[in-house]
């Protein structure tokens, strides 16, 4: 089945760094992934669609410039948190389909973010 | 109104029960439905996915979506402790389109 590798599964940063999360795409190709950001005991909240080779298309009151997001390529891509802050610290998650099978989108295991 | 409703529980069963989760949603265009397991700190699981309304088992679990009433439905038969987990509603206008979730139901199978 499809599978979905993120990295790093954990990592601390200091205040005023920035962190880079991967996304990849194992045996298949996407042109189209998603970031999500979910808080402890709540669902997921979609931060931004990474489409292949073009800008990423941000949900409302994500901001853009802190949440960079490259998809440079059809099984990888990164989400660079700017200048973290620890109100960013939280649970990041991406997601992929396979657009050669018929079922649905494949997660990530996730990123858990601490700024310290 | 959430597009999606889903009570957030915790539920609470003893081992062997059957448990019945469910949403609702109000966007009649929503054609695509999933259910997905999230265990504590780790990424969402993909249970089960489906198209329009029916019903689709794969082992202890059936996934039921009525479109009529807008109503979404995951049983889980003789559940195990291990099915202990937030069990999460999906669903999309397309294969291809954003999931909107629904806020996630906490279940505790107890031994």
């Known amino acids: 089945g499809a599978v979905v590798s993120q990295h790093p599964s954990r990592v601390i940063c200091k205040s005023g760094t920035s962190v880079k999360i991967e996304c990849r795409s194992l045996?298949?190709?996407?042109?189209?992934m998603f970031w999500y950001r979910q808080f402890p005991k709540k669902s997921l909240m979609l931060m931004a669609t990474?489409?292949?080779?073009?800008?990423?298309?941000?949900e409302q009151g994500v901001e853009k410039d802190k949440f960079l997001i490259n998809h440079a390529s059809l099984t990888l891509s990164t989400l660079t948190v700017t200048s973290a802050h620890p109100e960013d610290s939280s649970f990041y998650i991406c997601?992929?389909?396979?657009?050669?099978?018929?079922?649905?989108?494949?997660f990530g295991s996730g990123t858990r973010l601490t700024v310290v | 109104q959430k597009e999606v409703e889903q009570d957030p529980g915790p539920l609470s069963v003893p081992e062997g029960a059957i448990v019945s989760l469910n949403c609702t949603y109000s966007?009649?265009?929503?054609?695509?439905f999933m259910w997905y397991r999230q265990y504590s700190r780790k990424g969402p699981e993909l249970l089960m996915y489906?198209?329009?309304?029916g019903n689709k088992e794969d082992g202890r679990f059936t996934a039921q979506v009525d479109k009529s009433s807008k109503y979404i439905s995951l049983f889980i038969r003789d559940s195990q402790p291990s099915d202990s987990a937030t069990y999460l509603c999906?669903?999309?206008?397309?294969?291809?389109?954003?999931?909107?979730f629904g806020s996630g139901t906490r279940l505790l199978v107890r031994p």
């Open positions: 997601s992929a389909r396979d657009p050669t099978v018929g079922s649905g989108y494949t």
């Open positions: 045996d298949f190709q996407a042109t189209t």
């Open positions: 990474s489409n292949e080779g073009s800008k990423a298309t941000y």
């Open positions: 966007n009649s265009a929503f054609q695509y």
């Open positions: 489906t198209y329009s309304s």
């Open positions: 999906a669903t999309s206008v397309d294969s291809s389109y954003k999931l909107i």
